[in-house]
């Protein structure tokens, strides 16, 4: 099993940065891709960003690129989500996720592990 804890969230003004954190637990995340997802109020959980085990390649969607990077550090068994230029419309509760079974996916049910979420409200 695989346990993953995000934080880093809180509010911010548009324009600014935060940076999320997942940190992994009861197995080594060498092995799994990691994605983030989000979960805008009244919307469909979307895919945010995917890094390979390896941290060798790494995918975004079109919302987010250019103002998103996804990390990883093995040794830490962390991933990273570094958000700049953040919009209102950013504003959701953001998931990482991990998989041991892909090289990388943006479709959630890939994915078998969860965290609980947390909270990023960009203000206007």
């Known amino acids: 099993q695989v346990q993953l804890v995000e934080s880093g969230g809180g509010l911010v003004q548009a324009g600014g940065s935060l940076r999320l954190s997942c940190a992994a637990s009861?197995?080594?995340?060498?092995?799994?891709?990691m994605a983030w997802f989000r979960r805008a109020p009244g919307k469909d959980r979307e895919f945010v960003a995917a890094?390979?085990?390896?941290?060798?390649?790494?995918y975004y969607a079109d919302s987010v690129k250019g103002r998103f990077t996804i990390s990883r550090d093995n040794a830490k068994n962390t991933v990273y989500l570094q958000m700049n230029s953040l919009k209102p419309e950013d504003t959701a509760v953001y998931y990482c996720?991990?998989?041991?079974?892909?090289?990388?996916?943006?479709?959630?049910?890939?994915?078998?592990?969860w965290g609980q979420g947390t909270q990023v409200t960009v203000s206007s």
């Open positions: 996720a991990a998989d041991r079974t892909v090289y990388y996916s943006s479709y959630a049910p890939e994915y078998d592990y």
């Open positions: 009861g197995r080594t995340l060498s092995n799994y891709a």
């Open positions: 890094v390979t085990w390896n941290g060798g390649s790494t």
